[in-house]
């Protein structure tokens, strides 16, 4: 895997983990009414989370030489809740996080 792809990789994990964070938070806050910590936590962490990985869905897309589907699949998955963890094992099964000519470093 090239390093894009690691960084890829690593964006999705991030991205993933906050989410499952703030809806742990939002559980906490909204439906068991014990506290907004998680909240208050979880969400501005995500929102970077979020960020982050846009930036690296566009980098991947330029850098790995991704079709435009791969890289839309992959903005419109950092949308729903957990789906970026899935989409990254997909995408690494089917060879997306390493470059499609062998010129990417």
Not at 17 to 42: N, P, Q
Not at 54 to 71: S, T
Request: proline share 7%.
């Amino acid at each position: 895997m090239y390093p894009a792809g690691k960084l890829f990789a690593a964006a999705a994990l991030i991205e993933g983990v906050t989410w499952a964070g703030l809806l742990v938070g939002m559980l906490l806050k909204r439906g068991l009414e014990l506290t907004d910590l998680g909240v208050r936590i979880f969400g501005p962490l995500h929102g970077i989370a979020f960020l982050f990985y846009v930036a690296i869905c566009l980098y991947a897309w330029i850098k790995l030489r991704w079709p435009l589907w791969a890289m839309l699949v992959a903005l419109v998955a950092a949308v729903p809740p957990l789906v970026t963890v899935p989409l990254e094992m997909w995408f690494r099964r089917i060879g997306l996080l390493s470059a499609r000519d062998g010129s990417a470093p």
